[in-house]
């Protein structure tokens, strides 16, 4: 007999996904991304199914999902919505604010601000990444002094995807440097107007044009101790508890997006003819398509499995998650940049999206780490 669960998973796809086809697939994506244009609408519109904070429960703005319901929702809803960028940008202020400070928060931050974010009232960007600390987070440079009445920060971050256009910032930075990263570091939930703190101009990227990212510039910025994430010294356990959640919950949207430009590219099979046969009928490219079909279903294994371990609180929780991120980023690449081929000069085109596909899923193989420091990972926590 079927587990009762299923249909429950079905139907939270489904939802998620006819959400963003009805609201999330109209817009002329050649000219956004062109333009670089973000859909600040859009991205307040998706507050009415929570996709900024499934796992937070329903009293608080949420969904009260498991990280498995939540990954159904976010493939379903990276299935329908045509702006990658969009979905990267909702899912980055999720993943690595929204889920932290439910996790993490004081009871007078979760009431003031959890609601904000869980229904995307507010935006919020993560910043940890710094010109000289990215894939070495642990060498970070921006410090948090002790003052009489709370912090003073100096420093810089850099790659910050939602800076300009926040309303918050969570910050991670050094308070004690003879602790190093776990126990030097703590996390720190600022309002982006905060005197001292900076936004750079909006950086040009090669794709996921339509969510904007900056630097930002921490010159003297005070902040209380009331706006400390945690305690201080818990900033590295918070930042990787986020990670954890942020690489499934990303991985869950490469997947959805590739089953779409499968999807896509299995139409365009089926209506291109040469010598009055459909593509489909050759056999290199049926079985690139067949190729891609296989990923597209072990990389949801590896997605359900990385959310699954969550779920169960398992101790390999983080290990997981980088499993799937380096295999689905990897082979997501792969897969589009294939199809993208089966095109022909059709694919070099920007009208017909697979180049932007293309670009924006190239993205993947550097947000949340990059496959060398997921690698890196599963063999530090192997027996
Ligand atoms: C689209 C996008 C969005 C981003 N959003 C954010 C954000 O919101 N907040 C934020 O804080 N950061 C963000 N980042 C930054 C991102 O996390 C870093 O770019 C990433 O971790 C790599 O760091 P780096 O750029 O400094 O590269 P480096 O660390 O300099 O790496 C350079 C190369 O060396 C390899 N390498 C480095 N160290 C090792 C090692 N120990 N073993 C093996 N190989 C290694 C890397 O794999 C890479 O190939 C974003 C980046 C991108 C592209």
Redesign the pocket.
């Known amino acids: 007999m079927l587990s009762k669960a299923l249909p429950d998973y079905k139907a939270i796809y489904d939802a998620y996904f006819s959400f963003a086809q009805q609201h999330f697939s109209a817009a002329d994506m050649v000219h956004a991304d062109r333009e670089g244009i973000f859909n600040d609408t859009l991205w307040h519109k998706a507050g009415e199914m929570s996709l900024h904070g499934l796992p937070v429960d329903e009293a608080s703005g949420g969904r009260g999902y498991s990280a498995m319901q939540s990954c159904a929702a976010i493939e379903g809803f990276a299935k329908g919505c045509t702006d990658n960028g969009l979905t990267f940008s909702i899912l ?1 202020h999720a993943a ?1 604010s929204t889920v932290p400070l439910y996790l993490h928060g004081s009871d007078g931050q979760r009431r003031e601000l959890l609601p904000l974010l869980a229904q995307g009232k507010v935006i919020t ?5 710094e010109a000289g600390s ?3 987070v642990y060498e970070m440079s921006t410090l948090a002094e002790r003052t009489a009445d709370g912090y003073t920060i100096k420093g810089g ?1 850099c ?4 800076a300009p256009v926040s309303d918050y910032v969570l910050l991670y930075c050094m308070t004690d440097v003879t602790k190093g990263f776990f126990g030097g570091v703590s996390a720190f939930i600022l309002p982006a107007d905060t005197d001292g703190l900076q936004r750079g101009p909006v950086k040009s ?1 090669m794709g ?1 044009r339509t969510v904007h ?1 900056s630097e930002i510039m921490l010159d003297n910025v005070a902040a209380a101790e009331a706006q400390l994430l945690g305690k201080e010294g818990a900033g590295a356990v918070i930042f990787n508890e986020s990670m954890v959640w942020e690489k499934t919950m990303m991985c869950a949207m490469n997947l959805g997006q590739l089953e779409r430009v499968y999807e896509n590219t299995l139409a365009f099979c089926k209506k291109r003819k040469l010598k009055g046969k459909a593509l489909l009928n050759l056999t290199n490219i049926a079985h690139d398509m067949a190729d891609v079909k296989v990923a597209i279903n072990a990389a949801r294994g590896l997605v359900y499995d990385a959310a699954c371990a969550i779920d169960m609180r398992a101790k390999d929780a983080l290990q997981r998650s980088s499993v799937a991120k380096c295999f689905v980023t990897e082979n997501a690449v792969k897969c589009i940049q294939k199809m993208q081929v089966i095109y022909g000069g059709a694919g070099y085109l920007a009208e017909n999206n697979i180049e932007r596909e293309y670009r924006d899923m190239y ?1 993947a193989l ?5 496959a ?2 997921q690698r ?1 990972i599963i063999i530090g926590h192997s027996n």
């Not at 960007?125 to 990444?129: F, G, K, L, M």
């Not at 550097?366 to 990059?370: A, V």
């Open positions: 980055a690595a960007c993560n910043a940890i990444t990215g894939s070495n971050k790659y910050i995807t939602n990227k996921l990212m993205a550097l947000y949340s780490g990059t060398d420091i890196n």
